[in-house]
C-alpha cells in the first residue's frame, strides 16, 4: 500500500484545512488508517484514526470537536477536515494505516508528511 499525502499549508489561526490521503498499490478494504503529527524533536502523536470498514472513529483529546476524520471508499482516500485551528496544531501531519481493528499499536505504512503551519 503506498500512500499520498496532501493538503498542508499556511492558515490563520481559526481557520480551517483539509488534508487529503489517497491510498493506491492495493483497495484497502479493511484495517485502520489515521492521522499522526510530530513536532521536530518529538513522538509522533496519533491525532485521529478511522476503522476503513465500519468508518467507526478515534480522536486525540486536543482535536475533539475540531477535527472531523473520513473516508471515501470508492476513492481509497482519507481525509482530515481541521476547522479553529491554533498555533498549537502546527506539526508536520503524516497518514498511515495498519492491519487489524486496534487503533493503537504499529502503523506499517506511511505517508510522506505534509506541513501544517498556524500563524496567530
Known amino acids: 500500500v503506498q500512500l499520498q499525502a496532501s493538503g498542508g499549508g499556511l492558515v490563520q489561526a481559526g481557520g480551517s484545512l483539509r488534508l487529503s490521503c489517497a491510498a493506491s498499490g492495493r483497495a484497502f478494504s479493511t484495517g485502520v488508517m489515521g492521522w499522526f503529527r510530530q513536532a521536530p524533536g518529538k513522538e509522533r502523536e496519533l491525532v485521529a484514526a478511522i476503522r476503513w470498514s465500519s468508518g467507526s472513529t478515534f480522536y486525540t483529546d486536543s482535536v475533539k470537536g475540531r477535527f472531523t476524520i473520513s473516508r471515501d471508499i470508492i476513492k481509497n482516500t482519507m481525509y482530515l477536515q481541521m476547522n479553529s485551528l491554533k498555533p498549537e496544531d502546527t506539526f508536520v501531519y503524516y497518514c498511515?494505516?495498519?492491519?487489524?481493528?486496534?487503533?493503537?499499536?504499529?502503523?506499517?505504512?506511511w505517508g510522506q508528511g505534509t506541513l501544517v503551519t498556524v500563524s496567530s
Open positions: 498511515a494505516a495498519k492491519n487489524g481493528l486496534n487503533f493503537a499499536g504499529e502503523y506499517f505504512y
